[in-house]
């Protein structure tokens, strides 16, 4: 009896010298690198709603529960807590590996190393020790200390099952602007030197891509979408005196279209022979146009009344027909604006998206109806911040450099919008943004967050313009056209 009384002390004594290192090593792991547990932490589906709070309580619950465990009287008690620490950690990575596949470990030193299933094997032995230890301690009988374990099993894994789903809720429907970034999501496949920083895109289908150019609005340079071959071509249009500003070309199908919002007139031809075919005069004045088939074209304009920012369609028939919607975009400041934005045409949806500039939002629109519902970008500003000013003496109003830009450029393909923002969400360094550019992801259908990844930019490029189409996302970088592809795909739709 007294021999088994005394293996029972050492096998208590080793298992409590176990838990002190872990506990002490991990708190002091995360705490030496505090700054990088929180970032793990903000990216986790469990917990990054409240990433800053947990990173505090953790490392500070493990080193409580390690001193009691060094002190005799307090140690029966203490091996309960570690075993409840080690349910909750055990249930959060069993929750990880089966809704997640992106989410750093957030254990600091070492442990970082293992795997996400040598970890959960890792917990699962830590928890069988802190049983073993309750049982070898001569203290309550064997059906309390059974009932004590298993309510703390239920607790345990009720506390962290309720933080993901809070976390969940709020980092995708009511976002603290925290971003969740997985691993490595796109790899970089070529870049194109283009010698020039004027190009943009005009159009992007299953073969190729389109590339206008400010400097030479006639000429189109088509390159495929490997990057491999390229070539260029020159419209032939009228012979017509306007006074043109700044001619666009957008492309669509076969189709393409030459404008110049100032001017009363767009041109439209065939990409078989880049001739224009027809020209329609007395359109609209627009500041963006976005084909929404060759025969109807979505367009961003102004309402002469009131100079609000508006949007409509043209039907190309064999007259223009012109439809000006005005209650579709919302402003509360100056109607111009605030409700300055981003107009994208979704294919696979058949949907216009309009994304703010300097608010938290973004219309999703049936261009036939006009239904539209309203979804929120993870960005916490919900009312424009403008720097307005009026010139005295012509009335003209312009934006001053207070204002704040919240998303700056966006394209979409299948069920998914990416937005490029260069602002910092929570817990993202500031040197993060000189090097890198942002891509926020949501999923249009369900109107909801789903992560972010960023796009490299070496020398301090400047991010241009992007365009995504199927598993490829393009992007303009000063003189170069960049090809990414999504390594771990979302879920078109």
């Known amino acids: 009896m007294i021999f088994s009384i005394k293996y029972k002390t050492i096998a208590v004594d080793t298992i409590c010298v176990l838990f002190v290192v872990l506990f002490v090593y991990a708190a002091v792991s995360k705490l030496l690198d505090f700054d990088v547990f929180v970032g ?6 469990l917990l990054s709603a409240f990433a800053y709070p947990i990173a505090l ?12 465990l060094m002190i005799s009287k307090f140690r029966y008690f203490a091996l309960f807590a570690s075993y409840l620490l080690m349910v909750m950690f055990t249930t959060y990575i069993l929750i990880i590996l089966n809704f997640s ?31 073993a230890a309750i049982f070898c301690i001569p203290s ?12 703390l099993l239920v607790i345990g894994v009720g506390v962290v099952s309720l933080l993901f789903v809070l976390s969940e809720e709020r980092t995708h429907r009511n976002n603290a602007f925290i971003r969740r970034y997985p691993h490595h999501p796109i790899i970089t496949l070529d870049t194109l030197d283009l010698t020039y920083n004027s190009y943009y895109f005009a159009g992007i289908d299953s073969s190729s891509v389109y590339l206008g150019n400010y400097t030479s609005p006639l000429k189109i340079l088509k390159v495929c979408r490997d990057l491999r071959d390229t070539v260029h071509y020159q419209i032939e249009v009228p012979r017509l005196k306007m006074p043109y500003r700044s001619t666009i070309i957008n492309i669509i199908g076969n189709a393409f279209f030459l404008s110049d919002g100032t001017v009363p007139i767009i041109h ?6 880049w001739r224009i075919d027809t020209s329609y005069h007395k359109v609209p004045y627009f500041s963006k146009l ?27 028939k064999d007259s223009t027909e012109i439809s000006l919607k005005q209650d579709v975009l919302t402003g509360s400041i100056d109607g ?8 994208v045409l979704n294919k696979e949806l058949n949907s216009l998206l309009y994304v703010y500039y300097y608010k938290n939002e973004y219309e999703n629109i049936n261009p036939i109806t006009w239904d539209k519902s309203t979804h929120k970008t993870i960005d916490t500003i919900s009312q424009p911040i403008l720097d307005i000013s009026t010139n005295q003496t012509t009335g003209r109003k312009s934006l001053g450099g207070k204002s704040v830009m919240v998303n700056r450029l966006a394209a979409t393909y299948g069920n998914l919008l990416f937005i490029n923002s260069n602002r910092l969400g929570r817990y993202e360094p500031d040197e993060s943004s000189e090097m890198k550019s942002i891509i926020d992801v949501y999923d249009i259908v369900e109107g909801i967050y789903l992560l972010s990844f960023t796009i490299d930019r070496y020398n301090k490029e400047q991010f ?20 990414f592809r999504i390594k771990n795909k979302f879920k078109w739709k």
Not at 140 to 151: E, P, V
Not at 268 to 273: C, S
Not at 300 to 311: A, P, Y
């Open 40 to 45: 793990q932490l903000a990216q986790s589906p």
């Open 57 to 68: 309580l953790v490392p500070t619950v493990e080193i409580c529960i390690a001193v009691l």
């Open 101 to 131: 596949d992106f989410i750093p470990c957030s254990c600091g030193g070492v442990l970082e190393k293992l795997s996400w299933t040598q970890h959960l094997l890792f917990n699962i032995g830590f928890i069988i020790l802190s049983g």
């Open 140 to 151: 309550d009988s064997t059906n309390n200390k059974i009932t004590i374990l298993a309510i």
């Open 268 to 273: 439209k031809g065939n990409t078989k022979d």
């Open 290 to 316: 976005m084909p929404i088939t060759p025969e109807n074209l979505g367009i961003r304009t102004l309402k002469s009344e009131t100079q609000q920012t508006i949007l409509g369609t043209i039907a190309l």
């Open 336 to 343: 111009y604006f605030d409700r300055d934005g981003i107009l």
């Open 464 to 483: 241009m313009d992007f365009q995504v189409f199927g598993d490829d996302i393009y992007v303009l970088m000063a003189e170069d056209l960049r090809h």
